[in-house]
């Protein structure tokens, strides 16, 4: 059973840095994508960030770029999103989600996605 899990939100000041984590367990595949979506309060679920987990190609929002940053553990069932000098436009709930088909590169498009954590709140105050 695939099973994501991500943790590491809170509440924190605008220009603050926060770090999130997923665990992710259950995959029968070597080959699949991770990624990291949010939804702002009253917004539809955007795209943050995302990795290819066999060649590690990654790519980022605009809104994101150079603020953000997507790693993943050296056991590669964890996936992180950095996240610095925060706005309170970051305010969100972030979740970790999986690509299972190997064959598509790398996407930023929710409907690639076949599972989803729960999600963790981000809330940056102003």
């Known amino acids: 059973q695939v099973l994501l899990v991500e943790s590491g939100g809170g509440l924190v000041q605008a220009g603050d840095s926060l770090k999130l984590s997923c665990a992710a367990s259950g995959f029968h595949f070597n080959h699949y994508h991770l990624g990291w979506f949010r939804r702002a309060p009253g917004k539809e679920r955007e795209f943050v960030a995302a990795?290819?987990?066999?060649?590690?190609?990654?790519i980022y929002a605009d809104s994101v770029k150079g603020r953000f940053i997507v790693s993943r553990g050296n056991d590669k069932k964890t996936l992180f999103l950095q996240m610095s000098s925060l706005k309170p436009e970051d305010t969100a709930d972030y979740y970790c989600a999986a690509d299972t088909l190997y064959t598509r590169p790398v996407s930023n498009a929710d409907s690639d996605y076949d599972y989803w954590g729960k999600g963790t709140q981000v809330i940056v105050a102003s």
């Open positions: 990795i290819d987990w066999a060649d590690g190609r990654i």
